[in-house]
């Protein structure tokens, strides 16, 4: 009867033990839950306050210096790699208090229903010796302090700490070639936008002009004062030209937009660009062989694979230490509430040595690899220097040949302005009609949008030249980060970047 009872009071616990752990396992039990409409509507006027609300206000047309500056300052982009940078210092801070010694505290309580009783019996009779005893009590509390250090994993994590240094030099050299691109992009935005607006009275203006001409043509026409071949003829030269400065008026319109993108300003602000006074020729003249030690001294791209050729070799002795014997010192206080104790506290210090020997069958392999990872990393070091030297002829050869077309459009444009006040003269004294004029004053917007292109290759042929030089576009330190100070420092930047590239020393 008594071992029925056991066995029914044995089958409840199960089931109670069961249904507890459907229970908890209902309770974690997790359903997708999507975010609703206005839950995601509510998000909307955060994030464009997050976008564009801490930014000074555009005021006044934007030179080419403050555009890089706004662009520096708070493109999105860029905002993400200074992020990964400072995310990267924080990892590194990390892995410099792996190297700090072990300190745990550890407290405990422990309480059971039945006291923790137990007797002994005879070897050589298997009777019991001594009655049943306890000597813990049902209810205890423990307390922990111990301060170990591993001199195996101080080495490793050294060694480690090492390479995360190497790693946040180079996410700062990758920020530098963010930095390289954006200003790239930058000045080639800039200079499509200058043209964009010089150009923008001559066509709306050129427009107005040949659909007046063209109204008139269909007046002619419809009034038989010309023949229909002769007529039609005219009004299809004038639709050809109203087409195609419409097709360019397009395409120009989509220059600020761009540029606007860039340097984050919020999508349909209205602003000017300042239009540059001239149009200087960029001069280099560096030899070949001074560039090259530029580029390999200063790219971003060969200062990383520097880094990762450090982290290799930091690799290898690293897999080394691991293969080391471990070696960890100890010392500690304990407390324990048990009153059978004679001793509640004690203190306690030790010396461990433990060593895989199993490492000594896979030290081969795992030296190897290292070892294979470094040749890896010299490799791509060789293979990234060819690159760059390549990199460096060829916008130098680009170069030459901008600056060579830009001088050819520039005199073509000249020719096609003197045609076009020529047609003009001769069309206000009445000599000719006005289509000649139309077609000319055409042919000039034509040769001035090709100029603007050209000079705008020009210039960011030569901005492709100093960052393939790795020169960079603003200096490693500022008086300031407000978009005055951040604008005065690129213009210093560029006056450095002539005196560099016009072969005064760096």
């Known amino acids: 009867m008594r071992k029925q009872h056991k066995q029914r009071e044995s089958a409840g616990r199960y089931r109670l033990l069961a249904a507890l752990t459907v229970l908890a396992l209902t309770g974690c039990a997790v359903t997708p839950k999507p975010l609703s409409l206005g839950e995601r509507q509510v998000t909307l ?3 464009r306050q997050a976008m564009f609300g801490t930014q000074e206000a555009l005021n006044g047309p934007v030179t080419l210096q403050e555009a890089m500056a706004r662009a520096l300052k708070y493109n999105l982009d860029y905002r993400v790699k200074l992020m990964e940078e400072a995310m990267a210092q924080r990892q590194l801070d990390l892995s410099s208090l792996d190297m700090l010694p072990k300190l745990a505290l550890a407290a405990g309580y422990t309480a059971r229903d039945k006291d923790n009783a137990s007797s002994s019996q005879n070897v050589a ?4 010796s001594l009655v049943p005893s306890i000597s813990t009590e049902k209810q205890t509390r423990t307390a922990d302090l111990n301060l170990s250090w591993n ?9 480690t700490a090492q390479q995360q240094s190497d790693r946040v030099l180079i996410l700062q050299q990758r920020k530098r070639k963010v930095a390289q691109q954006l200003m790239q992009q930058v000045r080639e935005a800039w200079w499509q936008a200058v043209g964009a607006q010089q150009l923008e ?26 023949s229909p071949l002769e007529a039609l003829t005219y009004r299809r030269q004038l639709l050809d030209v109203i087409r195609q400065m419409g097709m360019i008026r397009n395409t120009l319109s989509q220059a600020k937009p761009r540029l606007a993108a860039i340097m984050n300003v919020q999508p349909g602000a209205d602003f000017e660009v300042a239009m540059p006074s001239d149009m200087p020729i960029p001069t280099l003249a560096l030899t ?12 971003p791209e060969v200062n990383e694979a520097r880094y990762n050729e450090r982290i290799g070799v930091l690799e290898t002795r690293k897999a080394i230490a691991k293969l080391l014997p471990g070696l ?15 001793n509640n506290s004690w203190s306690d210090a030790g010396l461990r040595i433990s060593w895989n020997l199993l490492n000594l069958f896979s030290a081969g392999p795992i030296t190897r690899s290292a070892e294979a990872q470094l040749e890896v990393a010299k490799a791509q070091h060789m293979a990234l220097n060819m690159a760059v030297l390549t990199q460096v002829h060829v916008g130098y050869l680009d170069l030459q040949g901008r600056t060579r077309q830009f001088a050819l459009e520039k005199e073509l444009n000249d020719v096609e302005l ?5 047609n003009r003269n001769a069309t206000a004294s009445g000599a000719q009609g006005r289509l000649p004029a139309i077609l000319a004053d055409a042919n000039a917007v034509f040769s001035s949008l090709r100029l603007y292109q050209s000079y705008g290759d020009l210039q960011n042929a030569y901005g492709l030249m100093g960052a393939s030089l790795g020169l960079d576009p603003l200096p490693n330190s500022t008086a300031g980060y407000d978009l005055p100070t951040l604008a005065a420092a ?17």
């Open 45 to 47: 006027a955060a994030d």
């Open 125 to 128: 009779t298997g009777e019991q």
């Open 151 to 159: 001199v195996l994993d101080f080495g490793v994590s050294y060694y």
């Open 201 to 226: 009275g001559r066509i709306n203006s050129l427009l107005k002009e040949a659909n007046k001409a063209l109204e008139d043509a269909r007046q002619v026409e419809q009034q038989k004062l010309r």
């Open 288 to 299: 070949l062989d001074k560039m090259e030690e530029m580029a390999l001294l200063n790219r």
């Open 328 to 342: 960890e010192f100890s010392v500690g206080h304990h407390y324990d509430s048990n009153k059978f104790l004679v």
């Open 418 to 422: 003197r045609i076009y006040e020529q």
């Open 490 to 506: 690129f213009k210093g930047a560029e006056t450095h970047w002539k005196s560099t590239v016009s072969g005064d020393p760096l």
